[in-house]
């Protein structure tokens, strides 16, 4: 049973920072491609950022930089920093694994529950 849990969410203020945690289970990480993905209230699930197994990355173009996708292998953990953040960033940020480097929710098969990022201005 594969088994995705976020963590690290929380209420910060414009211009803060957070780092999300994916922790997997069931399955080694380093088989899958991991990403993030968020859902803002009466929005669609968007692409925020991907990795392969090599640590070649994706995000999505509202990043500009301000967040960092990585993954520890040995500790089948997936991390989301998140810098510089706006009001536009609050969502419910989801952990993915899936079948490629590809910011589209076709390509991931296995979700997490969510965490919630709530950014005030």
């Known amino acids: 049973q594969v088994q995705l849990v976020e963590s690290g969410g929380g209420s910060v203020q414009s211009g803060g920072s957070l780092r999300l945690s994916c922790a997997a289970s069931?399955?080694?990480?380093?088989?899958?491609?991991m990403g993030w993905f968020r859902q803002a209230p009466g929005k669609e699930r968007e692409g925020v950022a991907a990795?392969?197994?090599?640590?070649?990355?994706i995000y999505g173009t509202f990043v500009k930089g301000r967040f960092t996708i990585s993954r520890d292998n040995t500790k089948n953990t997936l991390y989301l920093q998140m810098n510089s953040l706006k009001p536009e960033d609050t969502a419910m940020y989801f952990c993915?694994?899936?079948?490629?480097?590809?910011?589209?929710?076709?390509?991931?098969?296995?979700w997490g529950q969510g965490t919630q990022v709530t950014v005030s201005s």
């Open positions: 069931g399955y080694s990480t380093i088989n899958y491609y």
């Open positions: 993915a694994a899936g079948r490629a480097l590809l910011l589209h929710q076709g390509y991931w098969d296995y």
């Open positions: 990795i392969d197994s090599d640590a070649d990355r």
